[in-house]
C-alpha cells in the first residue's frame, strides 16, 4: 500500500531557530514530490521535487529529493511566528494526477 | 482576483439528505480536485479531472460523485450523505503548465447527523 510519512508530528521551535521536517514515502511509480504549507485553512503550494540531489529554494525555505533513500526534508532558517503552520507533504504516481498525502507536520514557533 | 470558490462554507445535514458542495475557479484551469481532510489522516483525494468531461477516482471515491460540464465548475455531489462523511473538504485547481501547482479554495465544513 502507498504511503506517505512526515515527522516529526510536532514541532515547537523559538523565533530564529532553524527547523527541519521530514518526509518519507513508498509509492509505486513515483513521479513527484510536493510541500505545502497550511494556516488557517487552505494549503498553499511550496515546492515541487522531481529529481534527486537538487534543491529547491524560496526565501528561508528549501527543500531536497532522495529517491533512492525514498525521502524529502523541507528546511525552514531563521524561523518566524508566520512560519506557525501545518506543513504537508504529499506524492504523485506517474501518468496519473492522483495525490497521497501525508499528516503533516504542526510547527509552531515561539517569539 | 483569481481565485477558487466553494459553496456552502459550512453545513449541517441528515443522513441520506442529498447534497451538493460547489466549487468553481476563474483561472481557466483545467485541473480540478476534491479532498477531504480528516484528524489524522490527513489530505484524502476523492475525485480529479483533467478538463471537461473527464473525471477519474482519487483514493476515497466511494459515496461521492462529480462532474465537470464546465472548465470553471467542478461540483461534489453525495447523494445519500453518511456520518462518515462529516469532513473538511477542499477544491483545488492546477493550469495546464503547472498541473501540480494546485490552488486550494477555502474549504467546505460539512457535518452529517
Known amino acids: 500500500e502507498d504511503k506517505v510519512v512526515q515527522s516529526p508530528l510536532s514541532l515547537v521551535v523559538h523565533e530564529g531557530d532553524t527547523v527541519t521536517l521530514n518526509c518519507s514515502y513508498e509509492v509505486t511509480n513515483f513521479r513527484s514530490l510536493l510541500w505545502y504549507k497550511q494556516e488557517k485553512k487552505a494549503p498553499t503550494f511550496l515546492f515541487m521535487l522531481t529529481s534527486s540531489g537538487i534543491e529547491k529554494k524560496s526565501g528561508r525555505l528549501s527543500s531536497i529529493l532522495d529517491k533512492k533513500e525514498l525521502f524529502s526534508i523541507l528546511n525552514i532558517t531563521a524561523t518566524q511566528t508566520g512560519d506557525s503552520a501545518v506543513y504537508l507533504c504529499?506524492?504523485?504516481?506517474?501518468?496519473?494526477?492522483?495525490?497521497?498525502f501525508g499528516t503533516g507536520t504542526r510547527l509552531k514557533v515561539l517569539a | 482576483e483569481a481565485q477558487v470558490t466553494q459553496n456552502p462554507r459550512y453545513l449541517i445535514t441528515v443522513t441520506g439528505k442529498k447534497l451538493t458542495v460547489t466549487c468553481s475557479q476563474n483561472?481557466?484551469?483545467?485541473?480540478m480536485s476534491w479532498y477531504r481532510q480528516d484528524p489524522g489522516l490527513g489530505l484524502r483525494q476523492i475525485y480529479y479531472?483533467?478538463?471537461?468531461?473527464?473525471?477519474d477516482k482519487g483514493d476515497v471515491p466511494e459515496g461521492y460523485k462529480v462532474s465537470r460540464k464546465e472548465k470553471r465548475n467542478f461540483p461534489l455531489i453525495l447523494e445519500s450523505p453518511s456520518p462518515n462523511q462529516t469532513s473538511l473538504y477542499f477544491c483545488?485547481?492546477?493550469?495546464?503548465?503547472?498541473?501540480?501547482?494546485?490552488?486550494f479554495g477555502p474549504g467546505t465544513r460539512l457535518t452529517v447527523t
Open positions: 483545488a485547481s492546477a493550469p495546464p503548465a503547472k498541473p501540480y501547482e494546485q490552488y
Open positions: 483561472m481557466n484551469h483545467e485541473y
Open positions: 504529499a506524492v504523485v504516481r506517474s501518468g496519473t494526477y492522483k495525490y497521497i
Open positions: 479531472s483533467m478538463n471537461v468531461e473527464v473525471t
